[in-house]
């Protein structure tokens, strides 16, 4: 089983948010995932307060554990957020803008706030609001990704706000991915399309075979959807996705001992590493000694 300090954070089992589908983050979506030990996102984009506090309601019926309510600067609401907040929601994050003065708010109300950033400078000021995590949203996201890769922005991210749980987002569809982004310095994903193609996702059947079907290459000509489409084969209920996914992360960081081999013992402190084809070409690393 994989735990990070996000888990600890958030009080989930399974370091995976699903990421605010908009409007197709259904209350039946967020408290799926929430229940499969990762943690849910209900969007507001179109939400009236009334339909947050409906909303949120239904999520509590659903589920009794913790969830997060989506905003965007796009469309904010003053008052669905001071209506989330009413409601006592566990966790708010924010995309798309400066969060300003939204995260001391939300901290008075008692729910931790995260922000999604798409640059280093943004990761920097936001740090600097006081929010308690940060999504690093790379280029490769379905909505609003910014310009800069997920492999780069990343690991910049999570170097520049230490100690501060960074969650990578952009392009994670299955275990490789998660095992990636916590190799880059991340505590965490924030995974959107391939939750597009779960049966609790709120999209329609041709929506869904689409997704399915598509190439690596046609996110560029599909609206809503990210650049990991081509990896996704399959619609499967939301607790089989994450199941596969962290069951594949948890294979691909074991795995990835495979491609270290020391050879000999390192004779000084003052050791270099030199990466050399062996003869059964596959990488080895090999530790030798400086002279
Ligand atoms: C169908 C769909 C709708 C989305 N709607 C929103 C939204 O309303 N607000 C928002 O901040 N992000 C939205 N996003 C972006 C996701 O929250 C998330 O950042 C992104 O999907 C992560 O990248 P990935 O799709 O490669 O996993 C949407 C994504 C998808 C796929």
Known sequence: MLHTTLCDLLGIEIPIIQASLGPWSTPKLTAAVSNSGAIGSLGTVLLTPGAI????????????????????QRSFSEDGFAAALIA???????????????????HEAGALFIQVVKTVRE?????????????????????????????????????????????????????????????LGAQGVSVGTRF???????????????IVEAESEDAVR???VGQSVGAIREVLPVADIVRRTVGDAVATLCGARSFVRPVGPPRTARGFIESKPETNARTATRVVARR
């Not at 006592?88 to 939300?106: C, N």
């Not at 597009?196 to 689409?210: K, N």
Request: glycine fraction near 12%.
């Open 53 to 72: 506090r409906a909303q949120v309601r239904r999520i509590r019926e659903l589920t009794d554990r913790p969830f997060v309510v989506n905003f965007s």
């Open 88 to 106: 006592s929601v566990p966790v708010i994050s924010f995309a798309h803008g400066d969060p300003r003065q939204l995260p001391r708010r939300a």
């Open 123 to 183: 990761a920097r000021e936001a740090a600097d609001r006081g929010v308690d995590a940060i999504i690093a949203q790379g280029t490769e996201s379905s909505g609003g990704g910014g310009t800069v890769t997920s492999l780069c922005l990343l690991p910049q991210v999570a170097q520049a706000v230490a100690p501060l749980p960074v969650i990578g987002a952009g392009g994670v569809a299955d275990g490789r991915g998660l095992a990636v982004a916590l190799m």
């Open 196 to 210: 597009v193609a779960s049966t609790e996702a709120g999209i329609s059947e041709a929506w869904r075979r689409r």
């Open 222 to 224: 599909m609206s809503c």
